[in-house]
């Protein structure tokens, strides 16, 4: 497919310089966000995910480049506007001190409601199905201020969804979950992609979530730096993770996906309980090292 022909993303970043005062994030980034697509966004500490997510969502202004929505500019368009086609969960949110889950909830039908437009039926259903959706239903009273890491960050990802956007930008949604709420947020994340159509962008730091739910991986690097970007499947590589993380790996398929599973090189000390040294660090000039290193610890060998 070339240039012309393509079809054009709903969200794109062209050429964007992102900056804060002196700081420069990023220099002439352009990305496109696949229409319809669950789109990763990958890379090391400090490389300029947040960034990118917020300069996404209007946020913040780019000191160059433009971020097109719906083939406009962002920057023209009115904040009621933008935030009924396209909702942020960024990174750290502070609420309101006292403030309730169902009230903070609420907040998301801002961009719907308007002078002459009063709280309706359509609202009350909106958060209550997000709050549903992300299991807080039950927290409805309780102020925001007293709940765990874990609960509060599903309540902002509620607070999002009750936004009713066809895009949503979501900055680490799995950040403080236990395992079981993560798998949740991101099958939740796969279904409005999947069967409501929505764009789904997240920030995750879990390489192999990344790749398990990804259409679209973004890998970034230090300096606000597209390293790659594709399906997981042709762009996770041993090579790529060592470059862009430095951190030595094998990838092999997940047993349960297929999809590429990152396993990070043991160190050359480790040697777990039962295995030969051979074994452990694929040496073949172990020799005579016997098989149970604790059969030889006088220590052990009193006691046996
Ligand atoms: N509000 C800010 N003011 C100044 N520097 C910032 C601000 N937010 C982020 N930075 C800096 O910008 C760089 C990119 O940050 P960020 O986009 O948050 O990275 P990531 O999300 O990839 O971890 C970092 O060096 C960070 O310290
Ligand atoms: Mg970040």
């Known amino acids: 497919m070339t240039a012309t022909n393509r079809p054009a993303s709903r969200l794109r970043a062209e050429g964007l310089t992102l900056s804060y005062d002196q700081r420069t994030v990023a220099t002439d980034l352009t990305v496109d966000i696949p ?4 789109t990763v966004i990958i890379g090391p500490n400090a490389c300029g995910k947040s960034t990118l997510l917020t300069a996404l969502a209007r946020m913040l202004k780019p000191r ?9 500019a962002i920057a023209s ?26 009230d903070l909830v609420a907040r998301g039908r801002y961009p719907h409601q308007g002078i002459l437009k009063q709280w309706s039926a359509e609202d009350e259903t909106a958060v209550v199905d997000a709050m549903r959706q992300t299991g807080v239903l039950e927290l409805a009273d309780r102020p925001v201020d007293d709940l765990s890491g874990g609960q509060r960050q599903r309540v902002w990802l509620s607070m999002v969804l009750a936004q009713q956007t066809s895009i949503l930008l979501l900055d680490e949604p799995t950040t403080y979950l236990d395992i079981a709420h993560q798998v949740e947020v991101l099958d939740l994340c796969a279904e409005l992609h999947a069967h409501k159509g929505h764009t789904v962008v997240a920030v995750l730091h ?13 890998v970034m690097r230090p300096g606000g730096v597209i390293a790659a970007e594709g399906d997981p499947r042709n762009v ?27 396993v990070p090189a043991a160190p050359k000390w480790y ?20 098989a149970d290193g604790a059969a030889h610890d006088p220590a052990m060998a009193k006691t046996s």
């Open 35 to 38: 229409d319809h697509s669950f």
């Open 64 to 72: 160059a480049g433009q971020v097109y929505l719906d083939g406009a």
């Open 77 to 102: 368009y009115r904040s009621r506007e933008v935030a009924r086609r396209l909702g942020l969960l960024p990174q750290t949110s502070t609420a309101p001190g006292g403030i309730t889950v169902g």
């Open 206 to 218: 879990d390489l192999n979530q990344a790749c398990r739910y990804a259409t679209h991986l973004i």
């Open 236 to 262: 996770m590589t041993a090579e790529l993770v060592e470059d862009v993380f430095g951190l030595p790996c094998r990838i092999i398929p997940d047993p349960e996906t297929g999809t590429p599973l990152m």
């Open 271 to 290: 040697a777990p309980a039962g295995a030969t040294s051979a074994e452990t660090t694929g040496r073949t000039d172990a020799g005579d090292v016997p």
